[in-house]
């Protein structure tokens, strides 16, 4: 199985080592490992993927307001160590033209999206019709919100279904609520309708998840009575998906 999304670092989060820990627990195999916001020096999982491809591959993160914004994306391009590129909607908003830059390049384009897809959803669909070879992932579902209605903010993530380029990351639940995610099932069932388990795929979003318990228990409300899931639904959702995405060929 593969995580899509977890974080890790030495002055934000935690070292790698607790997130193998939390991999071990899990049984699972391999992890991307994805920059968190606010830090732009991008080395240490570099160093972490160079040490150890088999099992991690990385997203990294530019500064676009920064001069240099096109040699970082073009080194993290340039790097065996990185498959994908995160962007949030400020950034979206703000250097469209470092998003294109990046599609093109042929880096998977990770994007958060903290107030809701609707803000940004001309700009992806955009993206999408302009580069429709590049894999675009639309982490924490979209980022609903705690109170979740498909037909309010987040409506155009159903709209957005249509391009065969988009991807939903079914990650970061707990921060919209409690496990067993009640208040999202409606939501993530409407979502995984739309897109199919073929363009979906489960990260843990690990430390921000909590424990390494906390940790497995995200890992199976995947295979749960909950979504209803088929078991190739599941295979596809905890790892066929992410593999096509961050570890092809593999």
Excluded at 154 to 161: A, P
Aim: a negative charge; glycine letters at 6%; aromatic letters at 10%.
């Amino acid at each position: 199985m593969i995580d899509s999304y977890t974080h890790c670092g030495i002055d934000k989060y935690e070292p790698v080592e607790s997130v193998v820990e939390a991999m071990e627990y899990s049984e699972i195999t391999r992890a991307v490992l994805v920059q968190h916001l606010g830090q732009f020096d991008n080395s240490y999982i570099d160093n972490v993927v160079k040490d150890n491809s088999e099992t991690f591959t990385g997203v990294g993160l530019v500064d676009t307001t920064d001069t240099n914004w096109y040699r970082e994306i073009e080194a993290l391009r340039n790097s065996d160590s990185f498959m994908g590129i995160r962007f949030s909607s400020p950034s979206i908003l703000g250097n469209f033209d470092a998003v294109i830059e990046a599609a093109q390049m042929g880096l998977n384009l990770i994007l958060y999206t903290p107030d809701g897809i609707d803000e940004v959803s001309q700009e992806i669909a955009a993206l999408a019709r302009k580069v429709p070879d590049t894999s675009i992932v639309l982490t924490h579902l979209g980022c609903p919100g705690q109170k979740v209605d498909v037909d309010r903010r987040n409506c155009s993530i159903v709209r957005l279904g249509e391009f065969p380029n988009i991807f939903v990351g079914l990650s970061g639940q707990h921060m919209f609520c409690e496990y067993p995610y009640r208040d999202l099932l409606g939501y993530t069932k409407r979502i995984v309708e739309t897109y199919t388990s073929k363009r979906i795929m489960w990260g843990s979003n690990f430390p921000v998840c909590g424990s390494v318990e906390a940790y497995r228990s995200d890992l199976s409300y995947i295979s749960s009575e909950h979504l209803e899931l088929s078991d190739v639904e599941v295979q596809d959702i905890t790892e066929n998906t992410a593999r096509k995405l961050f570890f092809p060929g593999s």
